[in-house]
Nanobody, 121 residues
Framework: QVQLVESGGGLVQAGGSLRLSCVASGSIFSINVMGWYRQAPGKQRELVASITNDASTSYADAVKGRFTISRDNAKNTVYLEMNSLKPEDTAVYYC???????????????WGQGTQVTVSS
């Protein structure tokens, strides 16, 4: 029912910036969290940043001060501004949505197809 489409990935030199976008469509309840995860070859998928329906944000320690997550509810879109990029940021970045109709319902989770971010040294 829910589809997430990411865009904005690419190749950038260390110190550069990229802006990722994720457009969501379908049945999204008011209680929801949208986030960005990333997965590098041979590593576990990890949470990079998340933002709740009431705009509360959370960041992984590795990206604090460099990345900014935001959302535009009117456009059903979440963004990830990535600045001062490092080679260690190279990974496939995935958009994630968790949503539930009320506090007693189970979460429903959805994933985008991923977008490649490559940071060269």
């Amino acid at each position: 029912q829910v589809q997430l489409v990411e865009s904005g990935g690419g190749l950038v030199q260390a110190g550069g910036s990229l802006r990722l976008s994720c457009v969501a469509s379908g049945s999204i309840f008011s209680i929801n969290v949208m986030g960005w995860y990333r997965q590098a070859p041979g590593k576990q998928r990890e949470l990079v940043a998340s933002i709740t329906n009431d705009a509360s944000t959370s960041y992984a320690d590795a990206v604090k001060g460099r990345f900014t997550i935001s959302r535009d509810n009117a456009k059903n879109t979440v963004y990830l501004e990535m600045n001062s990029l490092k080679p260690e940021d190279t990974a496939v970045y995935y958009c994630n949505l968790r949503t539930r109709i009320n506090r007693w319902a189970p979460w429903r989770a959805y994933w985008g197809q991923g977008t490649q971010v490559t940071v060269s040294s």
